[in-house]
């Protein structure tokens, strides 16, 4: 009887390498660590928040005046520019809603030492866009009424900021 002819075995993995070995399908870097911690200041799971609040007060938020007048914040969270995902030129896009009114985009420069943000005058230069979009609209309102609670990203770089009035 006649050998019966069979191909050579071949390997089948699921990429293909350029060494022959096999390597498993979860051999990225990622993969092997989990997320990190959540911070319940800082990140949270729909992206990051950076959040704002004067120094020995009981509340969240900073009006717009105390903004604009440069009050000192809480220094219990630092951010980075890189946390910020701010571009080359040093500035962060803000993106400006209220309720029945176009949306105006700004381009808010950031400053900062050793790599941190200066949250004084991040703040600060937020007030005055939302100051202008609050003027531009003729929406009537004082700006101590107006609180700035944190920042929320909503796509790389482009931040929109979330306030309430009181």
Partial sequence: MPPLLTAPPMAITPYPSQYGKTRSRRSSTSA????????????????THIKFRV?????????????????????????????????????????????????????????????????QSLARRIARAIVHFLTTNAITIPWDRVVLHRLEEMSLGTWMPVLTTI
């Fill in 55 to 119: 120094k020995g007060s009981w509340r969240q938020g900073v009006t717009l005046g105390e903004a604009m007048a440069n009050v000192r914040l809480s220094n219990s969270s630092t951010y980075s520019f890189h946390d910020l995902n701010i571009d080359s030129r040093g500035r962060l896009i803000l993106r400006v809603r209220w309720t029945g009114y176009r949306s105006l985009t700004y381009e808010i420069p950031v400053s900062g030492y050793g790599g941190s943000v200066h949250m």
């Fill in 32 to 47: 092997a660590f989990g997320p990190p911690m959540l911070d319940s200041f800082r990140s949270h799971v729909g992206g």
